[in-house]
């Protein structure tokens, strides 16, 4: 299939795809807003996507309330998260639409049934005293490159077969990142608890709720 094939049937699904710059991470376009409110049209996808191999989708209202977990820091927390949500969900985790990045992070993807907010940072850890954000989310006015751009794989499902998750489903998958924070909240922030759990990165197995995709 063709990047156009591709753009054109992620758009057919109400998602909200735009050319990239892959080494930016933003779309290649002078503007994008109107773009968070609207779909791009066929002509719009045609003059794109003739030569760009690179693409993004943006996220929010816009794409049926689409939102994304991104784990850096090559998806050392991924298999933690991956633990708590087998846990406290059984079945949420095979659900999710998930694809590896070029870093050795991953995307796991969704739609809401209840509006998304924008991009949050909900678990980081201290490198050498300083905090790095090792999952946060791309909600309303976000975005994030996606395959088929060279280096993005997906891993399990397709953005055409996007789960939509119930606002009790969706919290599972928040809180489960929240649960790994290992920095202490300013006074302003509202505090999350402190219980990593398990082994960093890679598969997870589970007895009772199956396993996590290999990344």
Partial sequence: MSILETATSYRRTGLCVLPAIATEKRPALSSWKPYQTRLPTDDELRAWFTDSQVMCLVTGAVSGNLEMLDFDGGGALYGPWAELVMSEAPGLLE?????????????????????????????????????????????????????????????????????????????????????LNEVIPGPDSPRVPSEPCGRPGGRVPSESAGRAVDL
Avoid: W
């Fill in 95 to 179: 659900r999710l639409v998930i694809e590896r990045s070029p870093s050795g992070g991953c995307h796991v993807v969704y739609r809401s049934e209840v509006a998304v907010s924008g991009n949050q940072k909900l678990a980081q850890q201290l490198v050498d005293g300083r905090p790095v954000t090792l999952i946060e989310t791309r909600g309303e006015g976000g975005l994030f490159l996606c395959d088929p751009t060279p280096g993005y794989e997906l891993k399990q499902s397709r953005f055409e077969d996007m789960p939509t998750l119930s606002a009790v489903e969706r919290d599972v998958l928040i809180k489960a990142a929240g649960a």
